[in-house]
């Protein structure tokens, strides 16, 4: 027996020293399992090895990623960036550039997750059409859909929208319609039920009501009361709209006196008569104020208010100058109108703060300060907010101080020019121009044909409105068939100054595709 052999046979009886349980015969085969085995734990340790190493830099990959982001929202520059091994985020090393990828890299991600859930079930299911059907997409309609997820993409700019399926309404198609309660009241005002209509018109601008902030609801409800007459009722009402709207209320105007002195014009008016332009009605005011405005001329103005009725007009078309000694009086006068309940009635308003506009301009603080007082005393009586909070900040600009705050005036007010335009409003419907007065019912075709004959020259025909009442249903008839004739022939009739009930009327019944109709605006 060789040396080779002892060795063999003594490493053989120690194994089977150790191994007492074990066949003489499964010493061998034991001993290469157990070099194998061996191989295998040192394959599977240097496995584990490797993956808590790539577990470890993937986290710490993660967390500096996680603070760039966090000191990026928070607005702070990007520190430390440059340790990130495995994110190579720019060349030049520059936190802009690594920003910038980063914002990118975002971008990309979102959108993968938006077309994944767009093709997503409601449950998260992926839809499941069979080839053929009308919902499975074809090849090119998905080779477009990826494309369109993975194209580039720039920091900032959201990705372009799928277009609809069906084609998108213009924009010019889309109409303001009145609300279905004030088509329903013009329906009823049309039918002469006066009591169904005011009260669908108070019901909508109730407190409670949705339309209640809708301006043309109540403009036709003093609409109404300008056409029935009751100036107590329009009162109340312009009231309420004023503290509703934060806005002045139109000036009283009564459609029945302006149908009525219309409709007697026409009547004395010959036949042969050639129509006349009369002149512009001139403004009626309790004072006029002087091209200088002086303390004199303010005694003059208490004397002459003190004479007047409960409305205070006054016309200040005329000032040119104000006199520094008359600022702080006059300041004083408008701060007592303002924290009075009294009615104003200004014309030239505009001229009065063009003046108060330059004697206190912004950033001079040499300026006497009774001036932008005086200028915010005229906007709050005048009941201007916006402007009242441009003219504080200015004066907050100019002397460094804080403004004083902007208080409600307990007063009314309205332009004097409102009552020279009612005023005005007579002329077109008197007989030098064609127009529509009082009350049209039933067959108005007379009526009609005398409007063809005025307007035979015109190559932009205009119906006066303003001082037309109502119309009836047969009558909006034989309208849309006479304006429908002109437009036929290239005329498209345009009727003006039409109060809101009967716009709205005719509107309801179609008159408005054949004609242009123009509401009132006083």
Not at 321 to 350: K, M
Not at 357 to 375: E, I
Not at 485 to 496: C, I, S, T
Request: charged share 25%; hydrophobic share 40%.
């Amino acid at each position: 027996m060789g040396k080779e052999d002892t060795g063999r046979l003594l490493s053989k009886v120690a194994k089977f020293v150790r191994n007492p349980l074990k066949d003489w015969s499964e010493l061998d085969a034991q001993e290469s399992v157990s070099s194998d085995n061996g191989y295998s734990r040192e394959m599977l340790k240097e496995m584990i090895e490797r993956r808590q190493r790539n577990d470890f830099v993937r986290r710490r990959e993660f967390d500096m990623l996680r603070k760039l982001r966090q000191r990026e929202a928070a607005g702070g520059a990007p520190e430390g960036a440059a340790a990130i091994s495995s994110f190579n985020m720019s060349t030049s090393g520059k936190s802009e550039g690594r920003a910038l990828t980063l914002k990118k890299i975002d971008e990309i991600e979102e959108q993968m997750s938006q077309q994944w859930w767009k093709g997503r079930g409601p449950n998260g299911e992926a839809p499941t059409a069979a080839p053929g059907q009308e919902g499975a997409p074809s090849d090119e309609a998905l080779a477009e859909h990826r494309a369109r997820a993975y194209a580039d993409t720039e920091p900032g700019v959201a990705p372009p929208a799928q277009q609809p399926a069906s084609d998108a309404v213009p924009m010019a198609a889309v109409t303001a319609r009145e609300p279905s309660g004030l088509e329903d009241a013009a329906i009823r005002f049309a039918q002469g039920d006066d009591a169904a209509t005011e009260g669908l018109l108070l019901q909508m601008t109730a407190p409670a009501s949705p339309q209640a902030d809708h301006n043309d609801v109540w403009r036709a409800l003093l609409d109404f009361y300008r056409v029935t007459g009751d100036a107590e009722k329009f009162g109340a009402a312009s009231t309420r709209y004023a503290q509703r709207l934060k806005r002045p209320g139109p000036e009283w105007v009564s459609l029945r006196s302006l149908a009525r002195d219309a409709q007697a014009g026409f009547d004395a008016l010959p036949a042969s008569a050639a129509p006349e332009v009369s002149a512009p009605p001139q403004p009626q005011a309790d004072w006029h104020c002087p091209e200088v405005l002086s303390r004199a001329s303010l005694g003059e103005l208490t004397r002459a208010l003190a004479a007047a009725g409960p409305v205070w007009e006054m016309d200040w078309s005329a000032l040119a100058a104000i006199e520094p000694d008359a600022a702080p009086p006059l300041r004083a006068l408008f701060n007592h109108w303002a924290d009075s309940p009294v009615q104003l009635r200004f014309g030239g308003t505009d001229q009065l703060l063009a003046v108060l506009s330059q004697a206190a301009p912004t950033g001079d603080r040499d300026v006497d300060v009774a001036w932008w007082q005086l200028r915010m005393a005229v906007l709050r009586a005048v009941h201007e907010p916006d402007m009242y909070e441009l003219a504080a900040l200015n004066y907050c600009i100019t002397y460094e101080v804080s403004p004083p705050p902007w208080v409600d005036p307990r007063g009314s007010y309205a332009q004097l020019d409102d009552g020279v335009a009612a005023a005005a409003e007579v002329a077109p419907a008197a007989p030098s121009r064609a127009a529509l007065v009082g009350q049209l019912s039933g067959d108005c075709r007379p009526l009609l044909q005398r409007l063809d004959a005025e307007l035979t020259q015109a190559l932009m025909p205009a119906v006066s409105c303003a001082a037309l009442l109502r119309v009836d249903l047969e009558a909006a008839r034989a309208l849309i068939d006479w304006v429908a004739a002109h437009e036929e022939r290239g005329l498209r009739v345009e009727f003006v100054d039409v109060h809101r009930l009967v716009a709205t009327f005719f509107h309801v019944v179609g008159i408005t595709d054949h004609a242009n109709v123009i509401v009132r605006s006083k």
